[in-house]
């Protein structure tokens, strides 16, 4: 006997549910259809389901995301980095408690105590023909991040190949759902031939059809829910293996728009921005925001920038206000709505000479029009990277808090954790800094403006 299963397959969907409707609509109904021919099928998602930038996700910390992943009958996920490290420890401790599917990450422990429940490196799925289906999963290693948030995250390869080798013998196949990027993907894949399929995420690549490594398939299915990917593997009962893996993407752009699809979006908008909608301060004045100068809301941010880390100095880019503050009451709708990356303070250690060379950089003409994607920005342009308390003189000397710098001397700067990644500062991926997890910019502005707006 030849047993033909199907496998529907999203990924960082980033919380973008635009055509979440149709999509699952979909889905649902090949499901059925293939079930009526006899032929099983699963649905996994491969992480950063969520994403704190959209309301829904944030008024709700995650759990109207499991909901809608309960609903719409997934089998088996992973987390990423969205639903890993921009959430408190408890947040995520508890994020999967209601969930009706199995969560595998194969790579993520708590420091002490013991795990939540959810968290297994492996499940087995069985099909009403016997056929046994072994699903690892792990997420992108972050481990200062990781750290600071009480969990250990460990080498994913390793975790993966670890579980593989323990699932090799019980099961007559085995996929992995990968929130590590195409280049682990496919080391992935020379490394462990014992997959027949990893699902890919988290670098956003589109496979139209796939792409073989070594004999081991690999999908992607780019970001934002734009497409569905459909994977159907034929498994051969006599020869007791895998004899065809094919997968082909759906453009959810194109499928038919589903009954009351916009009040569904217009729902979460609402509900989001009523549990949102609770008074953090008032302030007796407005603050503008302007993303290719300093503003009243940019001087403002330093502020409390400086007093949360106590650092020497600041530094960030003007695009990350989306918006200014209006004077009166300003809830955590307004604050969210201004600054709603999933973004970090951090605090890097660097010599004056160092200093120096930041200033230097951050002079670049081409940043401030910069359309920015990734690295947790949620915003439109870069804008002009603003500093605050160090500066250069006329005769090219460091000036940090009104004092000529010692270039030997080490000094603080207070800056966002998406300049540590090394590509705007190369020299930031390998300083000693601090991370202030878990506080979004957001949370450090809204106790700031308590104290003093």
Not at 201 to 219: A, C, I, P, R
Not at 317 to 333: C, D, E, Q, R, S
């Amino acid at each position: 006997m030849i047993e033909t299963i199907h496998f529907f397959h999203t990924n960082d969907i980033h919380s973008h549910f635009e055509y979440w409707p149709r999509m699952q609509y979909y889905i649902k109904e090949q499901r059925l259809t293939y079930a009526q021919l006899g032929e099983p099928s699963f649905l996994f998602d491969i992480g950063d389901h969520l994403d704190r930038s959209n309301i829904f996700t944030e008024a709700t910390l995650g759990k109207g995301n499991v909901e809608l992943l309960n609903d719409a009958q997934y089998d088996v996920v992973t987390i990423g980095n969205n639903e890993g490290i921009t959430l408190t420890h408890e947040d995520l401790y508890h994020l999967y408690d209601e969930a009706k599917f199995d969560v595998v990450v194969a790579n993520l422990h708590v420091k002490s105590g013991v795990n939540p429940n959810w968290i297994k490196p492996y499940t087995i799925l069985t099909t009403k023909y016997g056929t046994k289906i072994g699903v690892v999963g792990a997420t992108a290693s972050f481990p200062a991040f990781y750290d600071e948030l009480n969990w250990n995250i460990t080498e994913p390869i390793e975790a993966i190949k670890h579980a593989v080798n323990e699932l090799k013998d019980q099961v007559n196949m085995i996929l992995c759902l990968s929130h590590l990027g195409i280049s682990n993907d496919e080391l992935l894949a020379k490394e462990c031939p014992d997959i027949d399929v990893i699902f890919g995420s988290h670098t956003h690549h589109l496979f139209l059809e796939g792409k073989l490594v070594d004999h081991v398939l690999l999908t992607g299915c780019g970001k934002f829910g734009i497409y569905t990917g459909h994977l159907q593997v034929q498994y051969d009962h006599q020869k007791r293996q895998v004899i065809k893996k094919e997968e082909s993407v759906i453009e959810n752009a194109l499928l038919p728009e589903i009954e009351k699809e916009g009040t569904f979006i217009e729902s979460l908008a609402l509900k989001g921005k009523e549990l949102l909608n609770q008074p953090v301060f008032r302030t007796s004045k407005s603050y503008n925001k302007e993303w290719f100068h300093h503003s009243n809301l940019s001087r403002v941010f330093e502020k409390c920038l400086i007093e949360f880390t106590n650092a020497d100095c600041a530094m960030f880019n003007a695009g990350i206000f989306l918006g200014g503050l209006n004077k009166g009451i300003v809830t955590k709708y307004d604050i969210h709505k201004i600054l709603p990356h999933p973004i970090n303070a951090c605090v890097i250690e660097l010599s004056g000479e160092e200093l120096k060379e930041v200033l230097l950089l951050s002079e670049n003409e081409d940043w401030p029009l910069l359309e920015l994607k990734g690295l947790g920005f949620r915003g439109t342009i870069f804008g002009k990277l603003l500093t605050y308390h160090f500066s250069l003189n006329d005769d090219n000397e460091l000036i940090v808090k009104g004092q000529k710098a010692d270039l030997n001397q080490t000094y603080r700067l207070a800056t966002l954790d998406m300049y540590t990644f090394g590509y705007f500062f190369p020299s930031f991926k390998e300083a000693k800094k601090k991370y202030y997890l878990p506080l979004f910019l957001r949370d450090i502005l809204s106790e700031y403006g308590e104290k003093y707006l």
